[in-house]
């Protein structure tokens, strides 16, 4: 055992959230890495790994109790995001998805819409968050989508683009203006529209460089109808939401991209183990160790931070968005240049597809860009520390 493999250690789950997290590892090495080159080389969703996932209840396990889950911690979730995003990157940002566009249903929404919706999710449904659009990325509050209160029901005109799995998703969290309000923060609302409500349109579907597997959609809403009931809280109070929401989003991304770079190098250490250069183990040349001792030593102590913010967010702590942004900052920027150091180890061969180094790479790259770019990070961390 490397001391890699130390880190996080299962004893500190409780036993049957182990015993889950075991069941992923399992499923994961056996199942979705196998598949994960075909899907990315196909542009194919993996719908074998998703009812895979279904088979064991994993959409259950961040669901409470009293609603049919298992309710388990926050540390047991990022666990299994690591070990599915490790054997299949695009596996485990479909799946993290459902508790990206979920958890705000479970946090704010009322009981009546809980036993609504949350059933479609433990039959195996899937979820999209519906934030970005073409003019407002990490500028949120620059969303033009509008809900317009029509009695009973409320009307939504606009655009939602980069929504993952925004053209399978049975339920859709979706983030608007409410047409009422003039204040453009204040306006924010957020509520739940179903597959198959007139007016919802998929326009088209990008063709990414990473995430193959993971369809990406822009949406378009065009005189779309929602009973008032599917609002979440009440008009205006969907930016509390939205932070929230991206607070519990962003360690996830953290363990996703720490799951690709957990994978790009195991990849480099076991070449550099086998292949020679004159005579000797490429990781027997003292640059190289060095270049995989820095590696190791990030690796350690990111993975450990978000240990920190997983004990944060199961303790009940309200405020964490610093330590979040720390983890997604830190852990994406890692992912992109562990990536890129096990491409260069593996010298040309690291370069053709024959080795997964380089689907992880090109897989790396998004963790930096979603949930709030790193430079986003970057500033929301530097300005936590101004003296007001």
């Known amino acids: 055992m490397n001391m890699l ?24 090495e056996k199942e979705f890495k196998p598949r994960a080159a075909g899907y990315d080389e196909r542009n194919e969703f ?9 088979d064991i209840g994993l959409n259950g396990i961040f669901i409470p109790e009293e609603h049919g889950g298992a309710g388990l911690s926050y540390a047991a979730y990022l666990h299994c995001v690591i070990e599915i995003s490790k054997a299949c990157a695009s596996t485990g940002v479909i799946w993290a998805t459902n508790f ?3 958890k705000p249903l479970i946090d704010f929404g009322t009981e009546e819409q809980r036993r609504r919706f949350l059933p479609t ?3 195996g449904g899937l979820a999209s968050l519906c934030i970005t659009e073409p003019s407002a990325g990490s500028n949120a509050t620059g969303m033009r989508t509008q809900f317009i209160p029509d009695g009973d029901h409320i009307v939504i005109n606009g655009g939602k683009t980069f929504i993952t799995s925004g053209d399978v998703a049975d339920l859709y969290l979706v ?13 924010i609302s957020a509520l739940i529209i179903e597959k198959g409500t007139p007016g919802l349109q998929v326009l088209r579907k990008e063709d990414k460089m990473g995430h193959r597997a993971s369809s990406t959609a822009t949406l378009s809403f065009d005189n ?23 607070n519990k989003s962003r360690p996830s991304v953290a363990a996703q991209a720490l799951g690709i770079a957990k994978a790009a190098f195991d990849d480099a250490v076991a070449y550099i183990n086998e292949r020679e250069q004159g005579g000797r183990k490429v990781l027997e040349f003292q640059g190289v160790q060095f270049m995989v001792a ?24 309200e405020d964490f968005s610093i330590e979040a942004s720390i983890a997604k900052q830190r852990a994406s920027d890692l992912a992109m240049r562990v990536t ?3 491409v260069q180890l593996h010298g040309g061969y690291g370069y053709c597809r024959d080795y997964r180094v380089e689907r992880l790479m090109r897989d790396a790259k998004l963790t930096q860009i979603w949930e709030g770019t790193n430079q986003i990070h970057r500033q929301l961390i530097g300005r936590s520390f101004l003296q007001r």
């Open 121 to 123: 999710m433990l039959d």
């Open 340 to 342: 890129t150091d096990a």
């Open 294 to 317: 820095d590696l190791a030593t990030e690796l350690a102590l990111c993975e450990n931070w978000l240990w920190h913010v997983a004990r944060l967010v199961d303790s009940g702590a």
């Open 175 to 187: 983030f608007g203006k409410w047409s009422e309000i003039d204040d453009p923060k204040r306006a």
């Open 100 to 102: 990206h566009a979920i």
């Open 224 to 246: 779309c109808r929602v009973p008032r009931a599917n609002l979440i809280c009440e008009p205006g109070d969907g930016l509390p939401i939205l932070l929230a929401s991206l």
């Open 5 to 28: 493999d130390r880190i996080g250690p299962l004893d500190a789950l409780a036993p049957e959230e182990a015993e889950i997290v075991k069941t992923v590892v399992e499923i994961a």
């Open 46 to 54: 993996p719908w074998e790994n998703v009812r895979l996932l279904n």
